[in-house]
């Protein structure tokens, strides 16, 4: 990399929810927000499911529940399992009553076992454990949650078995916090416990997630364990729509020079928003040869003069480089969660717990982390989220952009940065790099998807006067019709349609090998849209009928086509006026640059599946499978590389392209018997169509690998 290469600036796309033309319904006569008033539908179900985006209140959903659960519906005791010991105090005592509830949510301290010192898999902790679900329950006058609720961390109630004999659990109400920490793999302790309990069928489970994947790629219950579940499902567009103040979400990238990332942190950290700062692995390439005490150091700069620690609070007290942004005298208040042997500590987490936190805005101004405040840390204030590198998965980036979506008063935008090296020719771990990046930007990919309306599919039918997109003025949902899409024919099909697209997105984004394939310039689409989409399907739905996974795949496909078909439309658009000097090319991805016209995302999809079909006459589901949503995606994404940093990324992942195995041969030899069936001819190698050409290869490569069989079989008979 040259000495005059410049950095990109932060590549931004913003997600604006719409003004309410009408005043919210919630929260209603019980105190619930939308999510809330959901699940409470369908408290009477013995297993329940809660899949929404972090900071959208489950924790209050599950105290509405458990309160109900022990009053009205015969359970004795509450076990909320939550992963770590900060998240502890986001379930306790809460007044539900002075907003319309019939009881407050109340937790006796001595129940809250991540307050408890010493380790949470101790002998004291799993003997208080003990004491408490041997506890009688007394009938009382007035009906108190005080008494009958444990919290605990998923340390403990791993090894509660080991402990405590499966029976004390009947009649109890368990809720699991973050359940994407669960695997149906055999060596996952808690996915075994929790499997336990179902099949005794004793105890009621409550399942809350904000994300319903793990970052391994494991599935997190077996099929027939998850089909006991009754699920509510909330999308980050309709919390996003729910808010009363925060309105936008930025989500945005930093290409810096490999090794130096601390070096544009004045650039990119607005100095005067509430922030997050998560500092790279210690392990990781970005950490360099820095110490993470060396890095929490150099941020502080960014910010100001080190003066000492407040011996009350055990915040790091900082004098602003830039006194003039901030009230006379003002000094930052900044949490040090890296240094755990700071002398402080305790006094640290202690103020952490403070109900402070949460209604003082100035209680906090800048939190440093690495490994902490991250899924269930609750700082509502929180407005800005920088990240440094790649984390280990998916699943952490989403918690960790969940930090900064809860809403508070003043609070109309958050933002989250994620600062990636950028790769360059004759780099030494180039590959890697390219591999951290793409994983990054896989991100984005994942957010768009989730930012979106509902957004359903309908076959179309011939020479309808309707027109081909219909929205519901009441709800927003937007429905396409595409001709021969085909529609689902049983009730689980239409079940992982309407819930489970996100899902399935995820392990897409999740498989190396699939990432590798959706972002090479050269892919076909089907490839990916055909292919891959179908592997990943029958994956999670072994069972599932091959009609209904076809079904399941090309309303996916669908969703994914019209999205990304969205964006480049409305990006040509803002080209076009950037050419014709109405807007800045500095402002980036930001779809709020002025004079260019400010559109909700909502509006921003309609208009663009409107110019799609305008474009293509009808959409059909041929032309849909023809788009390579991820590609697209990525070329807008990656508009602030320069061309050479472009080019080279291409190279790095046709390196990384693996030859057809048996499995892929034989799936594109059946897609071209359909191909067959279709054409009334066999796909050939001379065709223009590229699809074409790669099924008759695919042919050629399966009768190889047939032949290599029948001659290793001769072999072995002779």
Not at 140 to 162: D, M, N, P, Q, Y
Request: with cysteine; aromatic share 8%.
């Amino acid at each position: 990399m040259t000495a005059e290469h410049q950095k990109a600036p932060v590549n931004f796309t913003t997600y604006r929810g719409g003004a309410r033309t009408a005043p919210s319904k919630f929260p209603n006569a019980l105190g619930m927000r939308e999510m809330q008033a959901q699940l409470w539908q369908k408290r009477g179900e013995r297993y329940l499911l809660l899949k929404a985006p972090p900071a959208s209140g489950k924790s209050r959903a599950l105290m509405f529940v458990a309160l109900d659960k022990l009053k009205n519906q015969g359970l004795k005791k509450c076990i909320i399992v939550v992963p770590e010991r900060s998240i502890g105090a986001s379930f306790g005592n809460t007044n539900l009553t002075e907003n319309g509830f019939w009881a407050d949510w109340e937790v006796s301290d001595r129940h809250n076992l991540c307050f408890r010192s010493g380790s949470e898999t101790s002998k004291g902790t799993m003997s208080a454990l003990e004491a408490f679900l041997c506890l009688p329950v007394e009938e009382e006058a007035v009906f108190s949650s005080k008494g009958r609720v444990l919290i605990c961390c998923h340390a403990t109630f791993r090894r509660v078995f080991e402990y405590l004999p499966l029976e004390m659990f009947d009649d109890c109400f368990v809720a699991v916090d973050e359940f994407h920490h669960v695997s149906h793999a055999q060596e996952n302790v808690l996915g075994n416990n929790v499997r336990a309990l179902l099949a005794r069928d004793r105890a009621h489970i409550m399942a809350m997630t904000g994300s319903f994947f793990r970052g391994d790629g494991e599935a997190v219950l077996h099929p027939e364990d998850e089909a006991k579940f009754s699920p509510v499902s909330y999308s980050y567009y309709q919390q996003l729509q729910s808010y009363k103040y925060l309105r936008d979400l930025d989500l945005g990238y930093y290409f810096y020079e490999t090794g130096n990332w601390m070096a544009p942190l004045p650039e990119v950290i607005d100095v005067t928003k509430k922030t997050i700062i998560h500092i790279p692995n210690v392990n990781s390439s970005e950490a360099g040869m820095t110490t993470k005490y060396q890095q929490v150091d150099e941020i502080l700069t960014v910010f100001g003069e080190y003066l000492g620690t407040d011996s009350q609070t055990g915040f790091l007290l900082v004098k602003p480089k830039n006194p003039e942004l901030f009230p006379e005298g003002k000094l930052l208040k900044i949490v040090d969660l890296v240094d755990d042997n700071l002398p402080a500590r305790d006094q640290l987490m202690k103020s952490l717990r403070s109900d402070k936190i949460k209604t003082d805005r100035d209680y906090i101004d800048v939190i440093i982390a690495l490994g902490m405040a991250k899924e269930g840390f609750d700082w509502i204030w929180a407005e800005q989220a920088i990240t440094i590198g790649y984390r280990n998965s998916l699943t952490e980036i989403v918690q960790i952009i969940g930090r900064v979506t809860r809403d508070a008063k003043g609070k109309s935008k958050a933002k989250f940065i994620n600062i990636v090296a950028e790769p360059y020719s004759g780099q030494e771990d180039a590959a890697n790099v390219v591999n951290e990046l793409l994983k990054a930007v896989s991100v984005s990919m994942l957010m768009e998807q989730a930012l979106v309306p509902k957004l359903t599919f309908k076959q179309k039918e011939k020479d309808s006067p309707k027109s081909g997109l219909e929205v519901n003025p009441e709800t927003g949902d937007i429905t396409v019709h595409v001709a021969e899409i085909k529609m689902p024919e049983t009730e689980e099909g239409a079940r992982i349609i309407q819930e489970d697209l996100d899902l399935l997105e995820t392990s897409l984004l999740n498989n190396p090998r699939t990432m590798i394939k959706a972002l090479g310039e050269n892919t076909i689409a089907q490839e990916i849209t055909i292919e891959e989409a179908g592997k990943i399907i029958a994956a999670h739905y072994p069972d599932l009928p091959e009609g209904e996974k076809e079904a399941v795949r090309q309303h996916w496909m669908a969703k994914s086509a019209a999205i990304a078909e969205s964006r480049r439309f409305w990006e040509e658009e803002r080209q076009r006026q950037v050419a014709e000097g109405a807007v800045s090319q500095s402002s980036g991805m930001s779809l709020e640059s002025k004079p260019f016209p400010e559109k909700t995302t909502k509006e921003i999809l309609i208009d663009g599946i409107k110019k799609w079909q305008l474009a293509t006459g009808s959409l059909n589901i041929d032309l849909i499978e023809s788009v390579n949503p991820f590609w697209n995606s990525y070329k807008i994404l990656s508009k602030t590389l320069n061309e050479e940093t472009f080019r080279f990324i291409q190279e790095q992942v046709d390196k990384k392209k693996i030859r057809l195995t048996y499995d892929e041969a034989k799936t594109r030899a059946e897609e071209a018997l359909r191909f067959k069936r279709q054409n009334n001819r066999i796909p050939s190698l001379k065709s223009n169509d590229p699809w074409e050409k790669l099924l008759a290869e695919g042919v050629a490569a399966y009768q190889s690998f047939r032949k290599a069989e029948r001659q290793k079989e001769a072999q072995e008979n002779a």
